[in-house]
């Protein structure tokens, strides 16, 4: 099965290597915050000192970091992955980032003899546990075929969405829907529970709209607001769907309006709080509260 | 099981009610265009030429009508069903209308001898069809308990939510959320084609944030605007959602950005269409389409 | 100069009243709360009990009042000024309403042989007090004839700018650019004190954008938040905007995202606050203040 | 009075380096489309090849183009103004820019023993045309005394707001502010338009809110879209107040709706056009034009 050399154990990257290593791949590992490898060595993974050093032997490298300076980080630089590749190793970067930072480092992998792939996933903390995360594959049909085994260990349903960039323009659509999901649930829990609604009702009626307010509300009602998705994160992906927006010529008024809303949660110091915080905004303007503790 | 006068047979009404035939209810029926009750006479429901025919002799009086004034115009005047009621009929409003609308007709059967229940329902065409939607009543316990062997007729999850003007505001919260998620799901989808995806593959992705997306997304792609859920009534609860929150001073941003795409739609006269058809507004802004004729 | 009924003596109405006795007229005054009413007596005008008493004998009645159902409060009914009217009296209602409940008025008015004329003004108080406010009315041209030598008294631009509705629809349009400026204002401010300027400077350089700024930005600075025109009419004014918006098939983006913000300040109970108060919204959320006083 | 290096001869610049000959100043002025500089070489002023050649032998260099690439452009590289410069030149940069790229481009300044002074302008062509400009200057106290003398040629209201991204930011906020006024005047227009009001009698009475609407709304009127103020430039402006807006923790929720109704018209191609251009977006919606021709 190869050498798989595995770089960010965030939140998601963390669970997901896990099914990699279940799958049977041989694995170096690599954090930035060195700690959260620790736990992985019981389980066979090599624990790599630099980004480089798990790229070195491996056939294929997955990265999968918070944003573009992140990725950039671990690829490029003389401690960079891209330093220790052999020719010919596929990177497969499964990062959500912007079709430009996808296609600028499929470039330069290029331009180094390495083979690239855009891989952002879906789905949340729940199914990067279970390995049923939804991959959304920019690249060309030879690299996806090659990355496809080692992807579905991973996913569920692993598609090949076009060329570099298309993975990443899909990935930056769905989650700027999941904001937009996000805040519309705020706005409907708040007014219920302003006008005298038991939340717990609302939350199981809303929950029919979207399984991600059948994750989120009851999380919100318990006063639960450690990130799955930090709001720092999903915020970025705004601005990144934004920035796409206006590069293309396509307006996003609705996506717009809740940037600003997690702009003014931000604003209150939310960043590391899940993405579903921004509804304490919305609440501490309305004079309400959804959760019990603080009714 | 009595006999059941039900008024008002559009899109949801006309499926709504062949399930109370079905469970053997002995009904009355009315609509103002007379050629939709047409096709139940067959299935042995008796015919009213009013309102006020249809509640006649009923012991319970469905109404389910667009808005609020055109619910007064059923209940309410000489040939209203409220005038055919006998003293203490159950009347079960399950149109969408504003809380106040609720509480003001309430009060006015309660004036007249007559029982009231609010209960109005989400599912969409599908669930009316199926008998499984869901229904959020708003009254007395003792009135919900009366309606609930008919409203399991037509529903699968038939809750009481809380007191008169409570099912109401549940029903603007959940169909805010969908509203928003209709016009998120718009702008991925364009934003997605612009950049060159196939839609139908982001379509298949987007699906995942929401079996709404699911169901409307590819009768998108297919260029069918025929209404399941109209535009003109789709903006007309987003309005009173608005008005709601003016009322209990809830600001809703994510909202009011969605009333005046809705309303853009609308300024193009497209308020017989499905809600889905702002997606058209958005498309000839960027200058792309999503649908295989059109691209 | 004949006798006018003058009727509603709030911030705007108080002063405008003086203009007219000035220029030497004799003045029948009402006002709902009646001490308002005291400090003209020694001026010489007549304190009436009713709308209807200052409307009985006189041959132009003038309305100014906060919204359409103050209108409606003081022109119908047994104690309106209708009541009191000689057949052929000019009545000139110079509140901000909607184009609908201008011509409904003036339906009324004419089946009751009364001649009616809208005349909305802008300019703010001190405008009101110096008698130089613009003046936008909207009815036949004979009855703004006849209203003008009144109405320039009170105004410096009196324009008679179409039918009834016509000067509704631009008071609203006016009213929609001013809350707009207010906002935008406030944006301005906000961003450059967080990032360290000094708001008088700022204040200064922004007040070349609009004269509104030059009034309100100062008082913004100086924590006078007295209303001048209150966040409540204000608010009032762009919900009526957005109503006529709706039914003329207009969308109004900007203004919708303004009425929104104002509901935020409308929900923190700031209604009888200046209409600027909506600043406060945006310091609470991004922890700063414009005011030397609480910097 | 010395040598002055002008670089940058737009639709501002172009205007402004006029005055600064008048005052007496030697002048290099340099531009990169070299054919708008010809029309200065009868009133006296050298045409430099370069930007560097146009800074070589100055003691004071005035840059204003369009966004920071563009000066990033004219300042740095071997062609670049600080190439030629001797040691202790003042530079002051006139341009629009955020206040990340002022102290960026003050700092590489600084490492080259130059003098850096950021002091961007107000008040359009008329003003720049005039030499009544509004000038911001950030920077220390002894670098503004020695901007002062040259700046007063071009300027009427010369502020030093404070330390380097000062000038920037107060820029950003008085052109955020000239965006939200424009959509609302847009806004203002259609809705009166559409209500059937004589757009010139709208415009007149909008211009009592800001001298901008005053200045534009005839030439909207007029059909004359001729840029006094590029929307490519207007939009992005806003952008970079969007960005300040989310590093400092301020949301900006007017400005950015604005955001998205420049990107509308900038999908349609208008980006060359006047900022008001943006009407067209609104008008296409609603069906209606305000233009005498179209009408």
Chains 1, 2, 3, 4 share one sequence.
Do not use: W
């Amino acid at each position: 099965m190869g050498t798989v050399g595995f770089i960010g154990l965030g939140i998601m990257g963390g669970r997901m290597v896990r099914n990699v290593l279940k799958a049977g791949h041989r694995l170096q590992v690599y954090n930035r915050t060195a700690s959260k490898a620790e736990g992985l060595r019981g389980l066979g993974a090599a624990i790599a000192a630099s980004a480089r050093e798990a790229a070195a032997g491996a056939d294929r490298v997955v990265t999968i970091v918070s944003d573009p300076p992140a990725l950039s980080a671990v690829l490029e630089g003389p401690d960079g992955a891209f330093a220790g590749c052999a020719p010919g190793t596929l990177v497969i970067d499964m990062s959500t980032v912007d079709p430009a930072t996808s296609q600028a480092m499929a470039a330069k992998a290029q331009a180094l003899g390495l083979r690239y792939l855009e891989a952002p996933v879906t789905g949340g903390v729940g199914a990067a546990e279970q390995g049923t995360l939804t991959i959304m594959a920019g690249g060309t049909p030879e690299d996806f075929a090659a990355a496809k085994p080692l992807l579905d260990t991973m996913g569920k349903k692993v598609l090949h969405v076009g060329p570099m960039g298309h993975g990443s323009v899909l990935k930056l659509a769905t989650n700027l829907v999941a904001a937009c999901i996000v805040s519309a649930m705020n706005e409907g829990l708040v007014l219920a529970a302003k006008a005298g609604l038991d939340p717990a009702m609302v939350s199981e009626v809303l929950a029919e709209r979207s399984p991600l307010i059948g994750r989120t509300a009851p999380r919100i009602l318990a006063g639960q607001f450690a990130a799955t998705f930090p709001l720092r994160l999903s915020h970025k992906d705004t601005q990144l769907a934004l920035a796409a927006g206006r590069q293309l010529g396509v307006p996003l008024f609705t996506t717009g309006t809740v940037a600003q809303l997690q702009g003014a949660a931000l604003a209150r110091g939310m960043g590391d709080l899940d993405q579903t915080a921004t509804i304490q905004v919305l609440e501490a303007i309305a004079g309400v509260s959804v959760r019990k503790r603080d009714a």
